[in-house]
């Protein structure tokens, strides 16, 4: 099997099979760049830990066909070179913080020395430097995850797979992570990040694949999986929020249009949200005093923009809305289970 | 090798911080230092400086080198080491897998690169390291008790230290497959004990079938010697004196009717034995493994009770003494037949045994999905 060098982890094929029946990975294709961080999102029961873990070599995979590192999947010594915080680690209770680093670091086959080194280094860089010496039994869930990410990084990975990094964590230990994620990628590093928090992933990760049901079903950069879901937002003053949409609908002589094809994310559209096509067919939609432009083309929301204005309504303001990750990842997830729906 | 030693200091420190090591370790302290409160002498035993008239322990019928090498084999290893010391090892270790497999702990140590074949040896030899720890300081301050009070410098005694890890080696397998099977500390634990509880009985029903074979071979050993002489007596009779012939030959019928009896009653025992000793050969042989010290240490006429001129001997035929069998004798053969088993079939099997439930353990362990 050929390896593109500059990816960190190119899947092919995983699948895994529980017990014959339950099926968590149903073939997963995913490449995640070197030095990126990357995101794996999903609904629960998704596959997120499951694929991770096969990575790992915690869950061993009914079928895989890829590369970590260059290595097949699953190759012991590739683990060298990597690094894992899983999701809820725990650590023997009568370690120190600093012992607990260490000894994972041991078994990561890094030098005494420098393990040593490094587990003050890290225990600084994650704020523990107070309580290396103290029990991990008296450690709160937000100070263990900490630890938990100290020792992922004791071998000085190439490839950092986080699961889940920030659960437990407070408002500045999350920031603080998340900056050390950002040092991380320029240092080179490649993060996959398994997370929930989709704020935060939108704000740090580069790339991200949406996985449900086993499957990928979206992947690639921010801007690429938000791009065809950019709309144009046109805010009307001085209407009657109750009228002001049957008025836009009148001024911009729309045709009504099946409701897949609106611009905004299923949960806002209401029975009182208005959908149509403008004659050029671009879709529009009307949810109250605000009027939305299915296009990331400025120039077709000029048309509207025309219109509305010809028809002496008064525009408060215009602009383009990029659809975030949480709208995206809900669309995504929510198309998925109405797919599903139809098919049975 | 640097992960191999770093999961054994692991488990040195998992041991160290549980209370129930530093108890194990103060309670074989005391134990073990305790045999030097026990004294033999011309007149007895000796108990803090008391005077115990004990005729049949006294100097006259054993060495003090004898008598604590005994004090040792029968007291401190048969009880301490291989059951109580045992017991707390167990209930210390039987956790080991289970925790090491539960969610969250497992991922840690999985996600670095060490095959799971060998951080399962690794944690197995390390949960060996309390039993290790606790026969090391036991035969230790024993070789000083012996050394000091019983005059003899007592090096064999270090074999304890294998041969107690081996034993408790058996039963720590079986609670490992148990752990790994079950991932439940009590259920292994529980399982474990059950396991060596059926083990103790099939020990004792094999050394009840022992005594009662050593006893039958030496009754019938005697009836066929009483047969012999009655014959030889009868062929002498029969020319001189017909009252006498006509008295003895019921009595010699007598006794060949019963020597049928007690051969067809050994023949049934000897089958029953033999499919038991069939069944621990499959077995770990824990109580066998215990008495190697000794057979070491105690050659068998240091044994007490071994006194050659003890066996009586039937006086005449048709003694009446024929169906007696002196404790000596008995013992002196029971002995025989125990150490008559080779190191091999004690040793062998059950490292056999320990290998086919660690290679299912690490089977399961090395396939499992965590």
Redesign the interface.
């Known amino acids: 099997m050929t390896s593109d060098s500059s990816l960190a982890v190119d899947l092919h094929h995983v699948a895994k099979t529980y017990r014959g029946k339950v099926h968590a990975l149903r073939g997963v294709r995913m490449q995640v760049r070197r030095g990126e961080i990357f995101g794996l999102l999903g609904p629960n029961g998704a596959g997120k830990s499951t694929l991770v873990k096969i990575m790992m070599t915690i869950v061993r995979p009914t079928r895989a066909e890829g590369t970590v590192l260059a290595r097949p999947i699953a190759h012991t010594a590739t683990l060298a070179r990597t690094g894992y915080l899983p999701e809820n680690g725990r650590f023997p209770r009568y370690l120190t913080a600093r012992q607990a680093v260490e000894h994972y670091g041991a078994l990561a086959k890094v030098p005494r020395r420098m393990r040593k080194r490094r587990a003050n280094e890290l225990l600084d860089t994650v704020g523990m430097t107070q309580w290396s010496d103290k029990r991990i039994a008296a450690f709160s869930k937000g100070m263990v995850q900490r630890i938990a990410l100290a020792q992922a990084l004791v071998n000085d990975p190439e490839l950092i797979l986080l699961d889940e990094p920030t659960d437990g964590v407070d408002p500045v230990g999350r920031r603080g992570i998340r900056d050390l994620l950002g040092h991380l990628r320029q240092a080179g590093k490649t993060v996959f990040l398994n997370s929930h928090m989709l704020g935060e992933v939108e704000m740090i990760c580069d790339r991200v694949a949406i996985l449900v049901e086993g499957l990928v079903v979206r992947q690639g950069s921010m801007e690429e999986l938000t791009a065809e879901r950019t709309y144009y937002e046109i805010e009307l003053h001085g209407l009657d929020p109750d009228k002001a949409a049957r008025t836009a609908w009148t001024a911009l002589g729309c045709e009504p249009m099946a409701s897949s094809e609106t611009p905004s994310q299923p949960e806002a559209a209401t029975p009182e949200v208005l959908r149509g096509r403008l004659s050029d067919g671009c879709g529009v939609e009307m949810d109250g005093d605000r009027v939305r432009v299915a296009s990331p083309d400025p120039a077709k929301a000029q048309v509207a923009l025309d219109r509305l204005r010809a028809a002496g309504l008064v525009i408060r303001s215009f602009k383009p809305v990029r659809q975030s990750l949480e709208d995206l990842f809900i669309e995504t997830v929510s198309s998925n289970n109405r797919v599903k729906g139809g098919a049975r | 090798m640097?992960?191999t030693l770093?999961?054994l200091n692991?488990g040195l420190?998992?041991l160290?911080?549980r209370k129930i090591f530093w108890l194990a370790m103060v309670l074989t302290i005391l134990v073990a230092a305790s045999q030097a409160t026990v004294g033999i002498n011309e007149q007895g035993l000796t108990f803090l400086g008391y005077q115990l008239d004990t005729p049949m322990l006294s100097t006259a019928q054993m060495s003090p080198e004898a008598f604590y090498k005994l004090m040792f084999t029968n007291v401190g290893l048969s009880v301490w080491l291989s059951w109580i010391a045992t017991i707390l090892a167990l209930i210390s270790t039987a956790g080991i897998f289970p925790d090491l497999m539960?969610?969250?702990?497992?991922?840690?140590?999985?996600?670095?690169?060490?095959?799971r074949l060998r951080l399962m040896l690794t944690e197995y030899v390390g949960g060996l390291l309390f039993v290790t720890l606790q026969v090391a300081v036991f035969t230790g301050i024993s070789i000083l008790i012996i050394g000091i009070r019983g005059g003899a410098w007592e090096p064999g005694l270090l074999l304890a230290i294998p041969i107690v890890v081996a034993f408790f080696s058996f039963l720590f397998c079986v609670c490992v497959g148990l752990g790994v099977l079950t991932r439940s500390t009590v259920a292994a634990l529980l399982l474990t004990i059950g396991f060596w509880f059926g083990l103790y009985v099939l020990n004792s029903v094999d050394s009840v079938l022992i005594n009662l074979r050593a006893e039958g071979d030496i009754l019938i050993e005697r009836r066929e010697r009483a047969i012999a002489d009655m014959e030889s007596a009868l062929e002498q009779t029969a020319q001189t004196d017909t009252d006498g012939e006509s008295r003895m030959r019921p009595r010699l019928e007598n006794h060949r009717r019963e020597l049928t009896r007690q051969r067809d009653q050994q023949a049934t025992i000897e089958r029953i034995h033999k499919g038991i000793v069939t069944a621990k050969t499959f077995l770990p042989k824990t109580g066998e493994t215990i008495d190697l010290l000794e057979r070491v240490l105690v050659s068998t006429a240091e044994l007490p009770g071994f006194d050659e001129d003890d066996f009586s001997e039937p006086q005449a035929p048709g003694d009446h003494s024929i169906g007696y069998v002196p404790q000596s004798q008995l013992q002196q053969r029971v002995v025989a037949m125990t150490r008559a088993r080779s190191v091999w079939w004690i040793l062998g099997t059950s490292l056999a045994f320990e290998v086919v439930v660690l290679g299912g353990a690490a089977w399961i362990f090395c396939?499992r999905?965590?």
Do not use: H, M, N, Y
């Open positions: 640097s992960q770093t999961i692991d420190r998992r160290r911080a539960a969610g969250g702990t497992i991922d840690l140590v999985l996600a670095k690169p060490i095959g396939r999905d965590f």
